[in-house]
């Protein structure tokens, strides 16, 4: 019954990689979300997409990107990671209506940068 | 601009006691207020929502919450607390669309026996 998958639970990287985690929903939702959560900040908005190729910055985008090449997939890039970004990295969708604004969350992916 | 408070980090009961997690909002027009729940290891799920209906809202494993505007509260609770409702607790608020969603910064509910 897994709605919202992302691939990797636990990373691992180093200070200037480049990493990428990955989001897939199968509720063929128009709108996917990129969340950061932290102790104490509770969650804040990275991206957002409304559609494919199409994206909007949220409330901390500085640092990342993100990339919407299919509908169901919605992936989020660090170019260069540095340690403030480790955090618990959570992606969401939601389709139906406008009204609805209800969020379906995967179960996150820890990165940790050394 | 909108925003969420919730008061409390921590807030520990015994099982079987009445569970308050406490939520004011701020908002300019009338809001759409959500709990959502963490439990852990998981991402967050949708415990109940408000959408100017009802102001007493029920959801999922026993929990409501009530709309007071003149309080701006939208406090959640359940009458009896279970071991299993150990977690971490959510109150979010939009009024200018989804992609405004506002997270309060969480309440861990701690349950001991």
């Known amino acids: 019954d897994v709605k919202v998958t992302q691939s990797s639970r636990y990373l691992v990287k180093r200070t200037g990689e480049k990493v990428f985690l990955e989001c897939v929903q199968d509720?063929?939702?128009?709108?996917m979300f990129w969340y950061r959560q932290d102790p104490g900040l509770g969650l804040r908005l990275i991206y957002f997409?409304?559609?494919?190729?199409?994206?909007e910055k949220g409330d901390i985008p500085e640092g990342y990107s993100v990339s919407r090449e299919k509908k169901e997939r919605f992936s989020l890039i660090l170019e260069s990671a540095s340690t403030n970004q480790t955090s618990m990295y959570l992606c969401a969708s939601m389709g139906g209506i406008l009204g609805a604004n209800v969020l379906t969350f995967g179960a996150g992916s820890r990165l940790t940068v050394l | 601009a909108q925003s969420v408070t919730q008061l409390g980090s921590h807030v520990s009961v015994s099982e079987g006691a009445l569970v308050l997690l406490r939520c004011n909002y701020s908002?300019?027009?009338?809001?759409?207020l959500f709990w959502y729940v963490q439990y852990p290891n998981q991402g967050l799920q949708l415990l109940l929502k408000?959408?100017?209906?009802?102001?007493l809202v029920k959801g999922i494993n026993g929990f409501e919450a009530e709309f007071k505007k003149s309080e701006t509260s939208f406090h959640l609770t359940k009458p009896s607390a279970h071991m299993s409702d150990a977690a971490e607790y959510f109150c979010?608020?939009?009024?200018?669309?989804?992609?405004?969603?506002?997270f309060g910064t969480g309440t861990r509910l701690l349950v001991s026996p």
């Open positions: 979010a608020v939009t009024s200018t669309g989804f992609q405004k969603l506002v």
């Open positions: 908002s300019s027009v009338p809001p759409y």
């Open positions: 408000y959408t100017s209906a009802a102001t």
């Open positions: 509720m063929d939702h128009e709108n």
């Open positions: 997409s409304y559609d494919v190729k199409m994206k």
